[in-house]
């Protein structure tokens, strides 16, 4: 079976294909960039991370664009508390969020665009949907006139039709409950940044950075649109209505949503001391690559629930991948290659990824890696693996680190690099030919204290990070 989605818009899983068969047109709505990302975010952020790679390994090219929100409510309210200029606010958690996400391996999207870089497009957009009937200026503010778009509430699948017409909400986020005209455009406020506009002074509302800055990098109509799933109604409802009230043609093919992540089965919260960003989980000494393979194993349509112990085993999991390449790598294996192995291999291939195909089923997919690990270890301990099967085995774990890519350990603050470590190694060989017993103890008492456990086999030294 092909590569399929669940697309949030038909409420069916559908066979992908791009507009132009080739390239991928896609958007993510990016981080508001008023704090610290917490690791919700990032499980969204990983999701897309995992569909990028999928989408690649699928022979597609990508044109992924990512939006940062650096001029919204809440960053003018924090801006203000720590007493600091709007610009020098963002910047700061515009970077520790791009450092976040390198530090979790997360691939930067073609372009990562700034809402206030774009003030122009979004002025454009609310001129565009004026002249198209779709507006109205209160108290100096642009609002959208939700019934004049018939098709509002497609996306989240509400029935909108007896809505109070007129009633509006000058706030970014709301519920369903208090769907009303939305703020295009708000007027300039004392002590609030503003910009002397066409459409008066004042700053863009949220939803419309969204749409004017998709259709000038991406056209009328791309093909995956991604998001938390919290970012359904209203944001990305109101993002169709803007777009496709400018455009009349369809905005997004493809609708793809990330479900949330619960800490111990309850929601995130700094209320109930639950709230974790990234920079909290390495402090207490986790590895990036088992932070970003429990965030990845879930698929992402189904809850999370993140604990210490699905962590653990995460990083027990890491381990057991390093161990088995580490094992194809080093381990003699009988001259010949065993035709059963061969097909055990192109059967786990097969299975990994019809997997990913199947919705990003990441479970699964890594189900069909540790299956056959198992089988075979099993193999290679009764000798049935031999020295020719294992560049297939090989292959298929690289096929797998380049979706999951978890297996190459991440340096450690004050650790070694593999050049050094290898360096070490030498030098205790070395002296240990020359007899030099008290300095062959020294050297592996500094590795153990980095973290590098070695180990003298027949074939020479072996090493891996603990
Ligand atoms: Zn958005």
Same mark, same amino acid.
């Given at each position: ?70 001029? *919204? ?57 004026? *002249? ?156 990036? *690559? ?80 540790? *299956? ?95």
């Amino acid at each position: 079976m092909a590569l399929r989605f669940y697309n949030t818009l038909t409420q069916l899983v559908e066979p992908f294909s791009t507009l132009d068969g080739k390239t991928v047109r896609m958007y993510t709505c990016g981080p508001t960039v008023y704090n610290f990302v917490h690791i919700g975010n990032l499980r969204t952020f990983t999701f897309q991370d995992i569909l990028r790679r999928w989408l690649r390994a699928r022979g597609y090219s990508l044109n992924h664009v990512m939006n940062i929100t650096d001029i *919204e409510d809440k960053i003018i309210r924090d801006a203000k508390a720590a007493g600091k200029p709007i610009e020098e606010y963002t910047a700061v958690y515009t970077q520790a969020f791009l450092d976040d996400t390198a530090t979790l391996r997360l691939e930067r999207p073609e372009r990562v665009v700034a809402a206030t870089k774009h003030i122009p497009e979004m002025v454009e957009a609310v001129q565009q949907l004026t *002249e198209r009937g779709h507006t109205y200026v209160s108290d100096g503010s642009v609002y959208y006139r939700i019934s004049t778009f018939p098709g509002y509430g497609k996306l989240s699948h509400n029935d909108f039709s007896g809505i109070r017409a007129g009633a509006r909400v000058d706030v970014d986020e709301y519920d369903k409950d208090d769907a009303r005209d939305f703020v295009l455009w708000k007027a300039a406020k004392e002590g609030e940044p503003s910009w002397d506009t066409a459409v008066g002074p004042g700053r863009p509302g949220w939803h419309i950075e969204c749409s004017a800055m998709a259709m000038k990098y991406l056209g009328d109509t791309l093909d995956i649109h991604t998001g938390g799933v919290d970012l359904t109604f209203p944001h990305h409802e109101n993002e169709i209505a803007q777009a496709e009230g400018i455009s009349g043609k369809q905005f997004v093919r493809f609708w793809l949503h990330a479900e949330h992540l619960s800490i111990d089965a309850q929601k995130m919260s700094k209320s109930l001391g639950n709230f974790y960003t990234l920079r909290d989980l390495l402090k207490q000494g986790f590895a990036p *690559e088992a932070i970003r393979y429990l965030l990845a194993s879930v698929p992402y349509r189904k809850k999370l629930n993140f604990t210490f112990e699905g962590l653990q085993a995460a990083a027990h999991s890491i381990d057991r991948l390093r161990n088995y390449e580490l094992r194809l790598k080093t381990d003699k294996f009988a001259e010949g290659s065993n035709p059963a192995m061969e097909e055990r291999t192109h059967k786990a291939i097969a299975a990994f990824e019809e997997a990913l195909d199947d919705d990003l089923n990441t479970a699964e997919a890594l189900g069909a890696v540790f *299956e056959y690990i198992r089988d075979t270890n099993t193999a290679m301990d009764a000798g049935d693996f031999l020295a020719g099967n294992a560049a297939g085995a090989l292959a298929f774990l690289a096929r797998f680190d380049a979706v999951f890519d978890v297996l190459k350990p991440s340096a450690k603050e004050g650790g070694l690099s593999d050049e050094e470590v290898e360096t070490l190694i030498a030098e205790r060989t070395s002296a240990k030919k020359a007899r030099n017993f008290s300095r062959a103890d020294e050297i592996r008492a500094e590795l153990s204290a980095k973290g590098i456990v070695i180990e003298d086999t027949k074939e020479g030294v072996r090493w891996k990070r603990a």
